[in-house]
Each structure stands twice: as structure tokens, then as C-alpha cells.
């Protein structure tokens, strides 16, 4: 029985979970400015080059966000398995990934040819439609190197090799932004394409960040696919990934959705009140790659010390993400409390969108912890294993708890904007606690590793024999 002093964390933990999670931070950074780009040069073209640009990215990530979560299923299974030196399951888990990446790229890419009629029916500008429906058609092509650099990206932070995927989103953002100005204002010998401009170099941009990682990440990843894995096609395992996998896609879908629908609900309230949410929810975003980057390196030291069964590992790592991930946001909502105003102007002068922002900004402020420890709690559980339960719950804090809260203090209690983010405090609040809850009572439990194959006796016997070693 280990002593209560061996769950405390030490400073090796802390710099074991920074170092990795650093890098994983500046990569969600990259991710997002692909998108900041995108938006700003195409808001020079016109309101309606803007307008359907950000609904054919609200659209298409809305969707892609589900395949996405379920190739994050890698995470537990691969880190698992290098912790406990099992490389037939690291290779079986990585194949599977591109498996799963094709297989998922079909229904996805089918759905996404549904956004012209979909946004009909959610009644959008007539004349942002067209634009926006060409946009995602354009990009469609797009879908499957995309997931091709989620799964390498996920293996390879698995691995702990985070230098190619930080290089990669560089020069992907570099080539991004060269593209959209020369397509969408016709420079460099292209001819001017404005919206469809931006969705030709979106498309080029993930065709060359899935073919740069994966020339990058062949050194860590070569071992692993240069031949075909053992029972790699049985349908029973691949099954089994995607029962690990789909609710965290689904998880992600919940909360994107309920962010989404409240940008939509601010529509009906007015102009400024859509400017102002766009101002704070930026900040807020931006504030949130760090614990998401944190509850991404906590999956994977996690997972590792689930596969060499290590419970006083995994509880060293749970604490050390919770506090940093908390002490991370409680200082940004510090911030955003106390510097409204000054931090709404770097994005406008209007006096009526500051005013609102400054209003907005602190409940972000209040929010911050709350969304910190949930998106770190996650990722602990998902390093762990489990995905289901999180999914319920988030389901539960904001579908149930959250947008009718939101509804209710923005429309029957008349409270506007300020009304609907504070009923995604209440949700953020919700999930955070509960989801701290369930890692408290998971990690209390015995280290079960997840193996999607049956294992053989030979394999039995070898991976007893690296556990000794």
C-alpha cells in the first residue's frame, strides 16, 4: 500500500506535464490562427464574404468535430500501450487510426453536402448562402487529411515527440496566409476569388499539413506502419475503438454545439450584441488552449502510467493538471474581471460593442476556472479510458442545465446578452464539478489498460515479461 506522500505532486511532475504541454499549447494556437486569418482577409472583401465564411466554418467544424473526438481514442490506446511496451498494440492502434480516419471521412463528407438546404432551414441571409455552401463544397476534399493529421498528431504526442507538429502547423499557417492573399485578391498570378479563394487555400493548407507530418513524424512512426499489423481488419477491435472513440466526439459536439447556438441566439438580440460576444469569446478562446493543451499532455502521461501500473503516477499527474490548469484560468479571469475595457479595445473603438464586451468579459472571467478544470478533467479521463460518462455529463451540463438556463435569463427574465452567458456558467459550473467528481472516484479505482484485441498467449507472455524488466 503506497503512502499518502507518494499522490502529492512533485516538481518533476510539474515539468514533465509543462514540458509537454507547452508545445501541445502553441499548436492549438497555430490551429486557431489558420482560422483568424481566413477571417480577417476575407472580411476586407465584404459583410457577406465574412458572413459566409464564418457559417461554412461554423458548419463544417460543427460536423468534423465529431470525427475528430472519436480519433481521440488514440490517446488511451496508444500511451497505454507504449507505457506498458506493448508495440504490437501501438502499431494495431495507430493503423486503426488511418482506418478509422477513412472510414469516418464518407458519412462526414456526405453530410457536409447537405449545407446549402441546412442553412435554408436555419434561416440565413439568401445571399450569404450561395457563398457559404461553395465554401464547404470546395473544402470537401479536405475532410480526410484533416483526420490524417489528428491521427498523427495524436500519436505522436502519445509519444511524447511534440518538435514536427509544431513546425508543421508553422508552416502550414505561413502557406495558409500566403494562399489566402493571393487567391482571394488575385495576387501572385491567381485571378481574384474572394470567399472560394479562401476555401482553395484551406484545402491546400490540410493536404499539406497531413503530408508534412506525416514526412516529420515517419522517423517516431515509420517502426509502426511499414508493415500491416497483426488482426489489423478484424471488425470486433475496430468496434471497440469506435466505442471508446465516438463519445468523445460526441462530448465535443455537445459543447461546440451549445457555444454555437448562444453565437446564433445573440443574432436574434442585435448587431452589437453579436460584435460584443465575438470580442469576448475570442479572449476566452484564446485564454482556453492552455488547459486544453494541458488536459492533452494529462491524457498522455496518464495513459502512460496506466500501461506500466502506476496509481501513484496517475494521481501525481491528476493533481498536478488540476492545479495548473486552475491556477492558469484563475489568473486569466483575474484579468478579464478586473481589465475589461482595455482588453475589448485591441479588438474595437465602437462605443456601444466596448461597452457590452466590458460587460461580458468578466462573467467570462468567472467562467475561466470553471471551463479550465472541466477541459483538463477530460482529458485525465480520457488518458484513463473512460469517455462515456463524460459524454453524459456534458450532455446533461449543457443541454439541460445550460442553453435553457441561457433562454431563460436572456428572453423571459429580459436579461440580453449578460443573460445568456451566464447560463453557460451555470453549465461550465455543472460539468467542472462533476467531472472532477468522477476523476477523484476513477482514480481511486484499480488501473485496468484498455486492449481493443484479445490477446494471444505469446503476447501474454511478452508483455509479462516487459512489465518485469
Known sequence: MSSHSNHKPKAADFRELVRLAAPIVLIQIGMMLM??????????????????????????????????????????????ALGARDEIAVSRGVQRGFLLATLLTVPISLTLLTVEPALRLAGQPEEVIPYAAGYVQRTLAGVWPFYVFVVV???????RRTAPIVV???????????????????????????VFGSAWATLISRW????MLLALGWPHLGAYLRRLAPGLLEPVPILRMLR????????????????ALVALLMGRLGVVQVAAHQVAINLASLAFMVPVGIGSAAAVIVGHAVGRQDPDGVRRATAAALYVGAAFMTATGALFIGLPEPLARLYTDERDVLALAAILLPIAGVFQIFDGLQVVAVGLLRGLGDTRVPMLLHMIAFWVIAIPLSIFFAFALELGAPGLWWGLVAGLAAVAVLLVLRVRSRERRELVRIEIDERTPSERRDALGAAVD
Do not use: W
Not at 465564411?53 to 488514440?74: D, E, K, Q, R, T
Not at 502557406?175 to 474572394?194: D, E, H, Q, S, T
Not at 499539406?208 to 503530408?211: K, N, S, T
Open 153 to 159: 498528431r495524436q500519436t505522436l504526442q502519445a509519444h
Open 35 to 80: 482560422g483568424v486569418v481566413d477571417t480577417m482577409m476575407v472580411g476586407r472583401v465584404s459583410a457577406v464574404a465574412l458572413a459566409a465564411v464564418a457559417l461554412a466554418n461554423l458548419y463544417s467544424f460543427g460536423l468534423m468535430i465529431f470525427g475528430m473526438g472519436a480519433l481521440m481514442a488514440l490517446d488511451p490506446i496508444v500511451s497505454q
Open 244 to 259: 471508446l472513440g465516438a463519445p468523445i466526439g460526441a462530448q465535443m459536439m455537445f459543447e461546440f454545439g451549445a457555444f
Open 168 to 194: 508543421t502547423i508553422v508552416v502550414a499557417n505561413l502557406v495558409n496566409a500566403a494562399l489566402n492573399y493571393a487567391m482571394i485578391f488575385g495576387k501572385l498570378g491567381f485571378p481574384a476569388m474572394g
Open 208 to 211: 499539406l499539413m497531413a503530408v
